[in-house]
């Protein structure tokens, strides 16, 4: 049975919020999985928007081209939205944000993002 070590995402400093300061791609880094293919880390992260108005945005998971990204458009002055809800990634892969769209950039450091890991710990191979 695996083991579950709860943790923060590599982006944040002692599990701070992030602020999506990227306005288009590369976005900000929220999130390096992992190093290799023993173990596998489930992410989950929340926004909240502190703009005046909606904004979009981009998340970028393992790399940057249209089939790596998911788009969402959060509402101001509405508390915290899942937009990634537990996805499993290893082997040092990348969840990246940016605000705005791929043909419409956003407004920097409006989006703050909490990124949650559990990461989960195959006995057999733990060292």
């Given at each position: 049975m695996a083991a579950?070590?709860?943790t923060f995402g590599?982006?944040?400093t002692d599990g701070n919020l992030i602020s999506?300061?990227?306005?288009a791609t590369p976005g900000t880094t929220l999130h390096t999985a992992i190093?290799?293919?023993n173990h596998i880390d489930e992410v989950y992260v929340?926004?909240?928007?502190?703009?005046?108005?909606?904004?979009?945005?981009t998340l970028e998971i393992?790399?940057?081209a249209a089939a790596n990204r998911i788009i969402y458009t959060v509402p101001y002055n509405d508390g915290m939205h899942m937009v990634?809800?537990?996805?499993?990634?290893q082997n040092g892969g990348t969840i990246a944000a940016f605000a705005g769209t791929p043909s419409a950039?956003?407004?920097?450091?409006?989006l703050n993002c909490m990124v949650v890991v559990n990461t989960l710990i195959d006995p057999e191979t733990a060292s």
């Open positions: 579950l070590k709860p590599s982006g944040s999506v300061t990227a306005t190093t290799g293919t929340y926004v909240c928007n502190i703009h005046t108005d909606e904004m979009p945005i393992d790399g940057v990634l809800p537990g996805i499993r990634m950039a956003g407004t920097t450091a409006v």
